[in-house]
């Protein structure tokens, strides 16, 4: 045979069967893996007994579960409670102070409504200290309206006095 024609046979099965030797390569990692995953695998099989207990507890683990979310949901109001603790003490302690100011508030609104009069009063005061100061001038005005009276009536004297002065001399002016 030709040797130019022998090569090509060679040459023909060479790339027919480089296909099965890529895939063969390509498939080699594949099966590597696999032989190093054989030991969880068996590792797997002998646990599985615990892996069908874990199954049936799963329903037990589930119910723990909803406890659970439930408890760290509230964990938030749970805190916020024991951080507004001592606010909720304190606002009781403060309780009897503000009860005596609540009862206090009807003399603190009477005061209130009674400044208005003791402005007034005290206004006022000033008028009547200067009526009590003015006080002994009435009084001596009152005790010499006697004087007074007397003087107008004894006028009519006074006037007739004068009148007369004429007769007995020169009148005035």
Do not use: I, K, R, T
Request: hydrophobic letters at 40%; aromatic letters at 8%.
């Amino acid at each position: 045979m030709n040797p130019a024609l022998l090569s090509q046979c060679y040459l023909d099965l060479a790339l027919d069967n480089q296909c099965c030797l890529d895939l063969a390569l390509d498939n080699q990692c594949y099966l590597e893996l696999a032989l190093d995953n054989q030991c969880y695998l068996d590792l797997a099989l002998d646990n599985q007994c615990y892996l069908d207990l874990a199954l049936d507890n799963q329903c037990y683990l589930d119910l723990a579960l909803c406890y659970l979310d439930l408890a760290l949901d509230n964990q938030c109001c749970l805190d916020l409670a024991l951080d507004n603790q001592c606010y909720l003490d304190l606002a009781l302690d403060n309780q009897c102070y503000l009860d005596l100011a609540l009862d206090n508030q009807c003399y603190l609104d009477l005061a209130l409504d009674n400044l208005c009069y003791l402005d007034l009063a005290l206004v006022s005061q000033c008028y009547l200290d200067l009526a009590l100061d003015n006080q002994c001038y009435l009084d001596l005005a009152l005790d010499n309206q006697c004087c007074l009276d007397l003087a107008l009536d004894n006028q009519c004297y006074l006037d007739v006095a004068l009148d007369n002065q004429c007769y007995f001399g020169p009148c005035p002016g």
